[in-house]
């Protein structure tokens, strides 16, 4: 699976990539920052997508020191994270790319 997330890893300012199922198992991920070694992150990602509205497709979310970009696939969700000044518009682009290879 690594293949498909290679561009949307080389995109300036992404720290890592998580893939859940619609379960909130882990299916992918990718830390080189060690990001994701504190919390429960899939069981939170899961509870965002749950109260996301139906129609709502993507969040992106700002917070002191990151960003996360947070994009419901048919697979589960998809979490980006980003420093502050990621191009936002461009992980957009890739995610748009990367979703139809994933079915």
């Known amino acids: 699976m690594k293949q498909y997330f290679n561009g949307l890893m080389d995109t ?13 198992e882990v299916l992918y991920k990718h830390d080189p920052s060690n990001l994701l070694l504190a919390g429960p992150v899939g069981e ?9 509205p139906g129609d709502l497709q993507e969040a992106d979310m ?19 994270f980003l420093a502050l000044t990621a191009p936002v518009a461009m992980v957009r682009l890739h995610c748009d790319t990367l979703l139809p290879t994933l079915k």
């Open 12 to 24: 300036e300012g992404v720290l890592g990539i998580m893939m859940l199922s619609t379960a909130g």
């Open 44 to 52: 939170i990602a899961m509870e965002m997508v749950n109260v996301m």
């Open 62 to 80: 700002v917070f002191s020191e990151r960003r996360v970009y947070l994009r419901k696939t048919p697979l589960g969700p998809l979490l980006v």
